[in-house]
C-alpha cells in the first residue's frame, strides 16, 4: 500500500462508528476521494493528453488553410464544425468536442471508472476503506460521484483548450447558430457551457458500467481494459447499418444530439432521448453495481 492510499483510508477513517453516518462525514469522504483522484499522476496523463487534442486540430486547421478566412472546397470534411473553425475560433470548442467524445473522451472515462474498485482491491485498500465502516452502498455512491466529477472535469478541460486555441489561431466574434442565425459571443459561450454539461451527461450511463465491470474483478487493469473494449464494442455496432434496429438502444447513440444545442432555437428531442437513455443505463448498471458490491466477499 502506498503512502498517498494510507493517507487517503485515514482520513475517510471517522472517529467513532457513528461517525460515519453523518451526512457530513460522507461530503468529507467524497471530497477525498475526488482529491484523491484528481491528484494522481494517470488523471493529470489523461487530462493532458484531451487537453492537446483541440491543439492539435487547431494547429492542423490553421496549416491547412494558412490562416485564411475559409476552409476552401474541402472545408466540410473532418469532425463537425471544422469548416466554420476558420472563421470563428469559437467552433473550435464544438470541433473538439465531436473529435473527442467518440473515443479519446469515452475512453478516459472508461479508465477512471474501470478503476473505481478494482483498484482499491488490487491494492489492497479496499476492506481498508470498508474498516471504518464506510457502508458499502455509501462507498460505491461516492465512488461513481467522483467518477461523475471527472466526466465534467474531462469535458470542460476539453472545451476551455478548444476556446484557448480558437482565440489564439483565428479570429472570434458573433456565432451562426446551424439554423442560420446569429447569436452573440456572450451567449455563444453559455452554448458552450451548456454543450459541455450535455457532453458531460452522455457520459454517465457509460461510467455507470464501468463501475459496474469494477465490481467484477479485483484487477483494475482488467476492469479498465474490459470497460475500453466494450466502448469500442458498442462503437462498431452503432456504425453497422444492418443493426439499426438496436441502435436507439445503445449508450453512445445519441452522444453526438449535443450539437442541437447550437440550433435556434434549441432542438431537444434528441437530447431528451439521450438523457432518458443514459439514465436508463445509470439505474441498470448502477443498480447492477450495487447488488453485485454489496454481496461481495471482500479479501483485498
Known sequence: MSQAEKSQAERVRPSDPQGSRHPLWTLGLLRSEITTLLRRHRTY??????????????????????????????????????????????????????????????????????DAIAGEANGGTLRYLLVAPAGRTRLLLVKYASVLVFCLVATLVVAVSALAVGALLFPVGDVTTISGTRIGFGEGLVRAALTALVVAVSLTGFAAIGLFV???????????????????????????????????????????????????????????????????????FGSAAWARFTAKDITA
Open 214 to 284: 469494477s465490481t467484477l474483478t479485483g484487477s483494475g487493469i482488467g476492469a479498465m481494459a474490459a470497460t475500453v473494449g466494450l466502448l469500442i464494442t458498442v462503437q462498431i455496432l452503432d456504425s453497422i447499418p444492418q443493426l439499426s434496429g438496436v441502435h436507439p438502444y445503445l449508450f453512445a447513440h445519441y452522444w453526438m444530439s449535443f450539437a442541437d444545442v447550437l440550433r435556434e432555437p434549441v432542438y431537444w428531442d434528441d437530447l431528451s432521448r439521450n438523457f432518458q437513455l443514459q439514465g436508463l443505463y445509470v439505474a441498470v
Open 45 to 114: 496523463a489523461l487530462l493532458a493528453v484531451l487537453a492537446a487534442v483541440p491543439v492539435l486540430i487547431g494547429i492542423a486547421v490553421r496549416i491547412e488553410t494558412g490562416g485564411g478566412g475559409g476552409g476552401g472546397e474541402g472545408g466540410g470534411a473532418g469532425p463537425a464544425f471544422l469548416a466554420q473553425v476558420t472563421n470563428n475560433g469559437f467552433f473550435l470548442v464544438f470541433a473538439a468536442l465531436a473529435a473527442t467524445l467518440p473515443v479519446f473522451l469515452p475512453m478516459a472515462v472508461g479508465v477512471v471508472a474501470g
